[in-house]
């Protein structure tokens, strides 16, 4: 049986004053120990955000890293910079990050590569345009995404790997997949983990939905057996995650 995992994204809001004050206001909120709940902040907000976690069941996660260990690459946040704080999560390949920073397939590829060789789990993300749904490409597109991502993955670190399946059209719209739509797909992806390694590997792995989860529609989404969390972003920022992270309840 597989726990399900609360992820937010934070996205670029919140600076850390207000990180520690909103993380103080939901903690008595996301308080249900049968759901991983994951804050993924703002790396400036990483440090002040796990102390105001202490003594909860909120780990905190970065929303980015880089794939090299040290060196000359201005601006970015190199693994063991997170590790050494305490780290254990890192979103990579979100869709802003390949639509406005240029991530590609590969890179996602060299940082999720780099994410394990640390020890941190990575939520890795795919999904497809809205185009691309109306073209019929849908499943296509993110058996790629999907089979590039886990180059070199061995079968003991993908069962460890979260994935998050967003679709581009329904990321801060309020257009919510369908809980039928977003099933479709998350299936699709652990068949994919399968032809990949074993079904073994497929039943461990966890897949998130994301793109306007919220409390309304979180727990219908959350009953699909290939649902196994969720990745919410505009929600995560207002008392109502503390109803998604309950769904249950
Ligand atoms: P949203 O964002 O919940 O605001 O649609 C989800 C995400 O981008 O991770």
């Keep these: 049986m597989r726990k399900k995992i609360i992820a937010g994204n934070w996205k670029m ?6 990180a520690v004050a909103l993380i103080n206001e939901l903690k008595p909120l996301v308080a249900n120990e049968e759901v991983d ?5 703002p790396a400036i907000s990483i440090v002040p955000a796990m102390e105001a976690a202490k003594g909860s069941n909120i780990n905190i996660g970065a929303e980015n890293m880089y794939f090299e260990e040290s060196g000359a690459y201005t601006g970015e946040i190199a693994p063991n910079m997170l590790t050494d704080v305490g780290v254990k999560y890192v979103i990579i390949g979100h869709s802003e990050r390949r639509d406005y920073f240029a991530e590609t397939d590969e890179t996602v590829n060299k940082k999720v590569l780099k994410a394990f060789e640390h020890g941190i789990t990575p939520i890795i993300c795919c999904g497809e345009s809205l185009t691309q749904r109306q073209q019929g490409v849908t499943i ?14 061995t079968a003991e670190q993908a069962a460890t790997a979260v994935i998050a399946y967003e679709p581009i059209w329904a990321i801060g719209t309020g257009m919510t997949a369908t809980s039928d739509q977003a099933e479709e797909v998350c299936a699709a992806i652990r068949a994919c983990i399968a032809e990949i390694y074993d079904d073994a590997t497929a039943a461990a792995i966890r897949i998130q939905y994301g793109g306007s989860m919220n409390a309304g529609n979180a727990a219908e989404l959350l009953a699909k057996p290939d649902i ?4 919410v972003g505009g929600a995560s920022l207002k008392p109502d995650f503390g109803k998604i992270v309950n769904y249950n309840k």
């Design 13 to 18: 809001n919140k600076t850390p004053s207000e």
């Design 228 to 231: 196994d969390g969720g990745l």
């Design 140 to 153: 296509d597109f993110i058996r790629q995404q999907i089979k590039i991502a886990f180059l070199n993955v």
């Design 37 to 41: 709940v994951v804050f993924c902040v």
